[in-house]
């Protein structure tokens, strides 16, 4: 696993704006809860309904609501997926950053001006 890779640039700047990534895993976490709910079951009753009645359902709408509950649940994934995005890039603010050096200018000997620190 190569380890020197670098972040796409949405990724940095989420890194760099902890509060802000905060507030969007917070929303992206809501919106994915009111998409998907009951979504599992709304999915299986319109199979249902379109294996029960077959063509005359399709026609009747059950073929524009199955695809409008796939958007749904795709829509719910891309929440899904910019809360993990979110929660990955709070994490590597923890883990790799802490408060004096976000705000210090790095210096050529230790990558950051703080002569106190020792690596």
């Given at each position: 696993?190569?380890?020197?890779?670098?972040?796409?640039?949405?990724?940095?700047?989420?890194?760099?704006?902890?509060?802000?990534?905060?507030?969007?895993?917070s929303i992206s976490f809501i919106s994915f809860g009111v998409i998907s709910i009951n979504l599992t079951s709304y999915v299986a009753a319109n199979a249902n309904y379109i294996a029960t009645y077959r063509w005359m359902a399709l026609v009747d709408g059950g073929?524009?609501?199955?695809?409008?509950?796939?958007?749904?649940?795709?829509?719910a994934l891309g929440s899904y997926l910019l809360f993990k995005l979110c929660e990955h890039a709070l994490i590597e603010r923890i883990?790799?950053?802490?408060?004096?050096?976000?705000?210090?200018?790095?210096?050529?000997?230790?990558?950051?001006?703080?002569?106190?620190?020792?690596?």
């Open positions: 696993m190569n380890k020197s890779r670098t972040h796409t640039p949405l990724f940095a700047w989420l890194v760099d704006h902890s509060r802000l990534t905060f507030i969007v895993m073929l524009e609501q199955f695809l409008e509950l796939w958007l749904k649940a795709f829509a883990a790799h950053y802490s408060h004096d050096d976000h705000h210090q200018a790095p210096t050529a000997e230790t990558g950051v001006d703080n002569p106190d620190r020792s690596e």
